[in-house]
């Protein structure tokens, strides 16, 4: 096989492991939110979308001939950023979960940009769509968490300032 054929494969197994870590990550965040209903809303849709994103980087691998039954070994490996930037302890939980999920969402697209030209090089046109297509989703993803930063810092300074539960 020829060395850009496994590189793909390898990265797609790469993005299925990524989109495993992300579903525990949007549905861990999405349970505990309670003050900040714009934020869970958007985890949750997120969420949605990362599982299907991993049924189809599944399907690409399976349209491909790659042996799905090695998907789960790799699924953990990914570092959880989500535990690195954890507010648990300090108090500031929806600040660290909001970073760290912005943060996410630029490796997810790091990640995908890689993918595109892969299978673009390797003339796998179904999987470059594929990958085209979760992109735009976490573009899209990266906005909104862009815009809403701010927002959510100051709804949490306020509720903080006025003695109210902010962290979560
Ligand atoms: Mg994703
Ligand atoms: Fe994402």
Known sequence: MPRTEDRLDQWLRDAHAMEQQAVKMLDGMADRIQNYPDLKAR?????????????????CL????????????????????GQAFSGLVVGDEIIKGSMAG??????????????????????????????????????????????????????????????QTAKH
């Open 62 to 81: 399976k349209r491909r001939g790659t042996d799905v039954s090695t998907l789960k070994d790799m699924a953990g490996k990914v570092m959880g950023l």
């Open 43 to 59: 985890i949750t849709r997120h969420a949605e979308e990362t599982r299907l994103q991993a049924a189809a980087i599944a399907d």
């Open 102 to 163: 912005y943060t996410f969402e630029h490796m997810e697209i790091a990640a995908y940009r890689v993918l595109v030209a892969t299978a673009e090089r390797a003339g796998d046109i179904e999987t470059r769509d594929a990958c085209q297509a979760i992109l735009k989703e976490e573009e899209e993803m990266a906005a909104w968490l862009a815009e809403h930063l701010a927002p959510t810092t100051l709804r949490y300074l306020e509720r903080e300032a006025s003695g």
